[in-house]
């Protein structure tokens, strides 16, 4: 059974960085066509897709955010690390960690998500 | 980065009635699109995936058809619980995007 789970600060403050965890279970990031995705959806607004990391280490992100954002993958702990630098009240929304279909980018499972409130 | 425009923003029906959602992409895309529906307060759930295989569990008043730009979704029988927000998905070209929704809601 495959879960993912988003954890992280639910308020940061504008210029800040932002890091969030995505523990999953029921699937391994070592294993040949495995990728995991951050999207997030602004309260009211349509999803959006921040970053990508495969099974081999590679690497893709969002054109408009690709500067503030870093993925990362830690494989012994089952876990992907998003960072987000330099919020702004604009990135209040919904984070949702993803895992993509083994032979395809469309989304198999989603975790839960996780509401981050950027406010001073 | 191409754009997804799903139509119409909302969609009206009522339980039982055929529902159409479209989806246009501004450039072509092969049939590399997923269909996505979101209830209130939930994640997303796959439905549809390369245009127009169901996802497990699917049920099968949910079909999708298109190539290139131009893409639909039919639930052929509105039930109750199909009032949610749809969305749309390319994963031809980097960035993966998105469609703006479609709000199917009760007449």
């Known amino acids: 059974q495959v879960t993912l789970r988003e954890s992280g600060p639910a308020l940061v403050k504008p210029t800040q960085t932002l890091t969030l965890t995505c523990a999953f279970s029921g699937f391994s990031l070592t294993t040949s066509g495995m990728c995991v995705s951050w999207i997030r959806q602004p309260p009211g607004k349509p999803l959006e897709w921040l970053a990508l990391i495969d099974w081999d280490d590679d690497k893709y992100y969002s054109t408009s955010l690709e500067t503030r954002l870093t993925i990362s993958k830690d494989t012994s702990e089952n876990q992907v690390v998003l960072t987000m630098t330099n919020m702004d009240p604009v990135d209040t929304a919904t984070y949702y960690c993803a895992r993509m279909r083994g032979s395809d980018w469309s989304v198999e499972y989603w975790g839960p998500g996780t509401l981050v409130t950027v406010s001073s | 980065e191409i754009v997804m425009t799903q139509s119409p923003a909302t969609l009206s029906g009522s339980p039982g009635e055929r529902a159409t959602l479209s989806c246009r992409t501004s450039?072509?895309?092969?049939?590399?699109l997923a269909w996505y529906q979101q209830r209130p307060g939930q994640a997303p759930r796959l439905l549809i995936y390369?245009?127009?295989t169901r996802a497990s569990d699917i049920p099968i008043r949910f079909s999708g058809r298109g190539s290139g730009t131009e893409f639909t979704l039919t639930i052929s029988s509105l039930q109750s619980e199909d009032f949610a927000i749809y969305h749309c998905q390319q994963y031809n070209n980097w960035p993966l995007t998105f469609g703006q929704g479609t709000k199917v809601e009760i007449k």
């Open positions: 390369d245009a127009s």
């Open positions: 450039q072509s895309i092969s049939t590399n």
